[in-house]
């Protein structure tokens, strides 16, 4: 199955943790400009577990330093309280210490501001919301598709 047939990520609601006022407004017209709909804005931890404890999200975003903490922070208390939600950190903070931390709390990708924040952040999402296989469903799919056995002369298989 196709990743573009899989996933519609505009009715997807994205929650955006970052304490930057511009950087938020340039998160939310990257994001309007794939099409997603429903984009909540906020600066904090704080605020982002508050909203979280009134209402779900599809998939949360968040910088390193926000106001009151730090975004790996965020990760592990959303690992913690909303483990099926997905996390993906967006920060200006391109450090290899960073993503191993981010992926490490949960995070299910880091994204570098940088030019091409864009079309990896869409990539991310995509990738964020698609269908995880059950593992029953997943060894069903492996049987169905597993190659047939080569014929080596008549009547007999190859081993």
């Known amino acids: 199955m196709e990743m573009d047939e899989t996933v519609e990520p505009s009715y997807a609601t994205v929650l ?18 794939y099409g ?3 984009i909540v804005l906020v600066d904090s931890a704080e605020r982002a577990l508050a909203f979280l404890a009134r209402e779900s999200c599809d998939v949360i975003l968040t910088e ?9 922070r965020l990760v592990e208390s959303v ?17 290899e210490r960073l993503i191993a931390a981010a992926i490490h709390a949960g995070a299910s990708d880091f994204i570098a501001k940088d030019a091409r924040v864009q079309a990896e952040l869409y990539k991310a999402i ?7 296989p059950k593992p029953s469903e997943q060894t069903r799919e ?5 190659p047939a056995p080569r014929a080596t002369g008549p009547g007999r298989a190859a081993p």
Not at 126 to 132: D, G, N
């Open 16 to 33: 955006v943790a970052e304490a930057s006022p511009s950087d938020a407004l340039a998160m939310r017209r990257i994001l309007g400009a």
């Open 36 to 38: 997603l709909r429903t």
């Open 64 to 72: 390193y330093p926000l106001r009151d903490t730090n975004g790996i």
């Open 79 to 95: 690992r913690r309280l909303y483990p099926e939600t997905p996390v993906i950190m967006v920060s200006g903070v391109n450090d």
């Open 126 to 132: 995509r990738t964020a919301l698609a269908p995880k």
């Open 142 to 146: 492996e049987a169905i598709v597993a």
